[in-house]
């Protein structure tokens, strides 16, 4: 059934039935209710190629990641994926992913993509940023694009900008542990260079001093990774009293090591995360962690994107999502500081 003959099947124009698939243009509420109602019970289905050689456009976005992570085996890229693709289907655009992490030039979809029109625009997620050449080519090919990263890249035509600052929840960590009394910090990190250990660093010397180099490992992304990282700290004489771990997925496999080397979660030893995906709530105990806002992130960039490829005005190509430490029930007081305060 053409889009034609199901408007005249429940008597309206084609260009209503438009009009509510779309989600745009001048149509009631209870219009655009009864359309999609109709679609429902019809079995109605539009036809998305014909509509895009139509209008030229694919009404498709393309994600790509930079980085080694493949993306469905990370769970913060799950996350903020998921959070794209609600936003796009708000707006009645579909996400075309690459599943596979980008390291070079060469190995990116979306300059193909882009180049046969398959995608009307680009997200593009930076580790932690996306190279000014790297941009440049994609959008030679006359796509619009918006990158995901933690340092804004200079102004470019076509291109925005969602920053994604860490410095807030940091602090709040560095906060949080020297007021509990925590001197001895460890950092379990997944890449040497991570920008977040210098951040951490520089917090934790402004309230009660710095981390020492032999409480620093980097270990990579996955769970036993983790585990590693808290095996290796812990070989030290005296240990730390807390640890900091990059992300969620490595605190998991710290907290099973701490548990089989006989110490208990937050009594001998409090751990705290990063990015607060859906599982850090179901450790046991519930994790400390800071939140992305990925909800906040893949709608910032998705209306972004959006507004550039309908020409919306004004359009702000610079937002900032900020991070906040979300407090559960693996952080309390060094053990020490405990006992002392209970003798005096």
């Not at 075309?96 to 398959?118: D, F, H, I, M, Y």
Request: charged share 20%; aromatic share 4%.
């Amino acid at each position: 059934m053409t889009i034609e003959e199901f408007a005249r099947k429940i008597g309206v124009s084609s260009a209503t039935v438009s009009r509510a698939i779309h989600g745009r243009g001048r149509i009631s509420p209870q219009t655009r209710q009864m359309v999609l109602q109709r679609m429902e019970e019809m079995g109605f289905t539009p036809n998305l190629h014909a509509q895009s050689l139509a209008h030229r456009r694919s009404r498709t976005i393309g994600l790509e990641y930079l980085g080694q992570t493949e993306v469905l085996s990370d769970m913060f890229l799950i996350a903020l994926a998921r959070g794209i693709q609600r936003v796009l289907t708000e707006h009645s655009y579909n996400l075309l992913l690459n599943p596979v992490g980008v390291t070079t030039e060469k190995e990116s979809l979306l300059r193909r993509w882009a180049r046969s029109r398959a995608v009307d625009g680009a997200i593009v997620v930076g580790n932690p940023d996306v190279p000014v050449q790297w941009l440049q080519k994609l959008v030679a090919q006359k796509a619009f694009c918006v990158v995901i990263v933690h340092h804004p890249p200079p102004p470019m035509a076509n291109v925005g900008c969602v920053t994604l600052d860490l410095s807030r929840g940091i602090a709040q960590v560095a906060e949080l542990l020297c007021s509990l009394g925590h001197r001895q910090v460890g950092y379990i990190g997944s890449i040497p260079g991570d920008p977040v250990l210098d951040m951490l660093q520089a917090e934790m010397e402004k309230r009660c001093g710095s981390i020492p180099a032999e409480y620093i490992v980097h270990v990579g992304e996955t769970p036993d990774r983790g585990a590693q990282g808290a095996y290796t700290l812990f070989r030290h004489n005296p240990r730390p009293t807390a640890v900091f771990v990059r992300t969620d997925v490595l605190a998991i496999g710290a907290m099973r090591a701490i548990r089989e080397m006989g110490f208990c979660i937050p009594r001998d030893v409090s751990v705290i995360a990063h990015d607060d995906v859906p599982l850090a709530q179901f450790t046991d105990p519930p994790l400390t962690t800071v939140r992305v806002d990925y909800e906040q992130l893949g709608k910032s960039a998705v209306e972004m994107l959006l507004a550039m490829l309908e020409r919306r005005e004004p359009v702000s190509l610079s937002q900032t999502v900020h991070t906040s430490l979300v407090q559960r029930a693996t952080v309390a007081p060094p053990l020490h500081h405990t006992l002392s305060l209970r003798e005096d």
